[in-house]
């Protein structure tokens, strides 16, 4: 069974540029999530999604991420403009269904703002 | 606010030492995850805890929750080189959303 696929594995940008990054869930998964991690610490989730709708973005800062979901797959995260604090791994990951099960883990994209 | 504090931040051991990594919080969590994460990959999911008190053993690991669902603790014995990597505890709130703890980082050394 394929794993959740992320793209690009690392990027670097400068400040004030925008960056987007694209999730692949495993298929059939029902929920998606992105979450941000800085380094050495826990993820914090950014936003979740149950099929294409939005359960969770309480902690998204809207004003620079978007996050959709077309069609319940594929996922993409934007960031518009970066700054030099979202330098962080970016980690999405997917679900069969909501709560008390198993969520999946991709590699994750490692975004560094110069 | 980081909901989920854990303990220790940092630990390196010799191989064959036990050691016990706490996930501490002041809120009640339907259900609590630990999650192992190695250099460049996404955490990997060892257990699910879903009853106060419930003990789960997987291997060398020990997981208990405690009695309130409000923390969890984390066994190891005669840790191995293979064991190195950061820890994470998840707890579920309300609306099945997972949120993790501030990581515990093993090294165990040969």
């Known amino acids: 069974e394929a794993g959740v696929a992320q793209s690009p594995r690392y990027k670097i940008i400068e400040k004030r540029q925008s960056v987007a990054f694209w999730c692949n869930p495993i298929s059939g998964h029902a929920t998606l999530y992105w979450y941000q991690q800085i380094l050495g610490q826990g993820p914090k989730l950014l936003i979740q999604?149950?099929?294409?709708?939005?359960?969770?973005d309480s902690q998204l800062p809207k004003d620079r991420f978007s996050a959709e979901r077309l069609k319940g797959v594929d996922s993409t995260l934007k960031i518009q403009p970066a700054k030099l604090e979202d330098s962080a791994v970016y980690l999405c990951a997917s679900s069969l269904v909501q709560g008390g099960t198993e969520a999946f883990f991709g590699q994750g994209t490692r975004l560094t703002v110069v | 606010t980081q909901l989920l504090e854990q303990s220790p931040q940092f630990l390196s051991i010799q191989e064959g030492e036990n050691l016990t990594v706490y996930c501490n919080s002041s809120s009640v969590f339907s259900s609590l995850q630990w999650y192992r994460q190695e250099p460049g990959e996404g955490p990997v999911l060892l257990v699910t805890v879903v009853t106060g008190g419930e003990v789960k053993k997987l291997k060398r690991l020990t997981f208990q929750f405690g009695d309130a669902r409000k923390d969890s603790s984390l066994h190891i014995t005669a840790a191995q080189p293979g064991d190195t990597g950061l820890y994470l505890c998840a707890g579920e709130r309300g609306t099945y959303k997972y949120i993790f703890g501030t990581g515990t980082r093993l090294k165990v050394l040969a």
């Open positions: 999604f149950q099929n294409n709708g939005v359960v969770d």
